[in-house]
């Protein structure tokens, strides 16, 4: 039999307790927004963190989920990649942490970074990491998002977009196909419109930094094109499509980035595939950043409109920089 195959065997997610509506982020910020959030964008609330909570705490207990429903220990784990944006620290690795807290010893563990669309990057690059390694059996590939953090509560322009939450994948073996196929696509002339400029080695938070940019924080510098998702994700699904030999019409499940309810719609119409195949979450947890993907397609199985065994799934997901991912699976769990 051959065990040379990566599959998705179990998700988990994770979100804080603390419920944000849009009337509160409203009170902040000091201007009227939710019925525009709702119409446009489809966010109708959304979770922040409690002062003593951090990315970690949110990636620990959606994995701890996710290896339970598994049927694996966590000191089964090969490898654990945490993708993130919003990490614990900028160094050491917020994987780091994680392996320690779930007692993963047998784990090498690291951070990836490709903003939003970075827990599709991170199952390619763990597929990947499966089929070259002969010895490995498990990984964990995890998002973690702590964008509240960030907030610059008088830019009417994010402060009401972000919520807080994790979500996690195992990954295992099979005697089937599993990953079929995937596609990654970055246009690097984006990477200075949107993102958290403070903090690094190109404005360090020095006191003199923070006096002129203020503390790090998430800001839209210029506008990206009006329909950049519209127009390129329905390119690089195309392309995943066509490196898997499937066209749209053998998937059976399609799960966005989950910003926009209104941009998944339109997509979903241009590529002439019914609503009922994709499913989000963004109107109770807002916009989770990289591991939102995973998180709609935990939410979906726990109600019960989660992929059948031999069906398709097609993630597809874009971030700051701009990079967008597309990632094909066979469900085999």
Avoid at 100 to 128: E, F, K, P, S, T
Avoid at 228 to 248: H, S
Wanted: glycine residues 10%; charged residues 15%.
């Amino acid at each position: 039999m051959n065990q040379l195959h990566p599959v998705i065997l179990a998700t988990g997610s994770a979100v804080p307790d603390r419920v944000v509506t849009n009337a509160e982020v409203d009170a902040l910020i000091g201007a009227s927004t939710d019925a525009w959030l709702v119409a446009n964008v489809g966010i109708r609330e959304r979770r922040w963190l409690a002062p003593d909570q951090t990315t970690s705490d949110l990636v620990v207990l959606a994995a701890q989920r996710a290896l339970a429903r598994a049927g694996v220990d966590a000191a089964q784990l090969d490898l654990i990649i945490v993708s993130t944006d919003t990490p614990d620290m900028l160094s050491p690795a917020t994987a780091t942490v994680v392996q320690h807290r779930l007692g993963a010893i047998n784990a090498a563990a690291w951070d990836l970074n490709a903003a939003c669309a970075g827990w599709v990057v991170a199952l390619d690059q763990a597929a990947r990491w499966l089929q070259s390694e002969p010895a490995a059996r498990h990984v964990l590939v995890a998002g973690g998002y702590a964008m509240s953090r960030f907030l610059d509560l008088r830019d009417k322009k994010t402060a009401n977009l972000f919520g807080d939450g994790a979500g996690a994948a195992v990954l295992g073996r099979g005697d089937q196909a599993g990953w079929l196929a995937s596609r990654v696509v970055t246009i690097g002339a984006y990477h200075d419109a949107l993102g958290i400029y403070g903090g690094g080695a190109a404005r360090p938070s020095t006191a003199a930094a923070i006096a002129q940019y203020g503390a790090p924080h998430v800001e839209f510098v210029r506008p990206f094109p009006r329909n950049f998702n519209t127009e390129v994700w329905p390119r690089v699904i195309d392309e995943a499509l066509q490196r898997a030999g499937l066209g749209l019409a053998d998937v059976d499940h399609i799960f966005f980035t989950q910003l926009n309810l209104r941009t998944i719609e339109a997509v979903m119409q241009q590529l002439g595939q019914p609503l009922g195949k994709t499913h989000w979450v963004m109107d109770r947890w807002g916009y989770t950043g990289s591991p939102c993907v995973v998180m709609a397609l935990d939410d979906a199985i726990s109600g019960g409109r989660g992929p059948q065994p031999g069906q398709v799934v097609l993630f597809c997901a874009s971030g700051g920089g701009i990079t967008v991912a597309v990632s094909l699976w066979r469900w085999v769990a």
